[in-house]
């Protein structure tokens, strides 16, 4: 399998050589600061781009807009708790980008439920090489 080892992310470090199953960490994240993640969120709407497939079915499970996966990724930052970075690739062969993880506990009004619950959402991204695109690769609730 060819690898399009292309880093579309802000963060200077070299893809991994190898295509696999499993995760490839990277230390001494988080990788972005909170201010330029916020900054991109808070700008507009075209700069966060939803840039997997599996990230783009899970938003739709979750029936968000674009607007409502910011908040929520603007609550993970500064909210919730820095998990990990790692390199993710938007198909199986890349291009890669280096990603922090973050965990967000969330109470939410359940209609059916009558009350509030918790819920845990796990969220994945990058910042783009230029800067200018925030690219979301995970956003779900945890399992």
């Not at 607007?67 to 930052?77: R, S, W």
């Not at 509030?116 to 979301?136: C, D, H, P, Q, S």
């Amino acid at each position: 399998m060819v690898n399009n080892m292309m880093n579309v992310s802000a963060y200077n470090g070299s893809p991994p050589n190898e295509v696999g199953d499993r995760r490839i960490y990277i230390s001494g994240g988080p990788l972005y600061p909170i201010e330029d993640i916020v900054a991109l969120l808070d700008a507009d709407e075209r700069h966060t781009i939803l840039w997997t497939r599996q990230c783009k079915s899970h938003v739709q499970q979750l029936a968000y807009e674009i607007g409502d996966v910011q908040q929520l990724i603007k609550q993970a930052v500064t909210q919730g708790r820095y998990l990990n970075s790692e390199w993710c690739a938007q198909k199986p062969t890349g291009p890669w980008a280096a990603c922090d993880g973050y965990r967000l506990l969330r109470d939410e009004w359940v209609d059916h439920a009558h009350k509030e619950m918790r819920f845990e959402y796990y969220v994945k991204f990058a910042i783009g090489k230029t800067g200018k695109l925030l690219l979301l690769v995970s956003c779900h609730l945890s399992h």
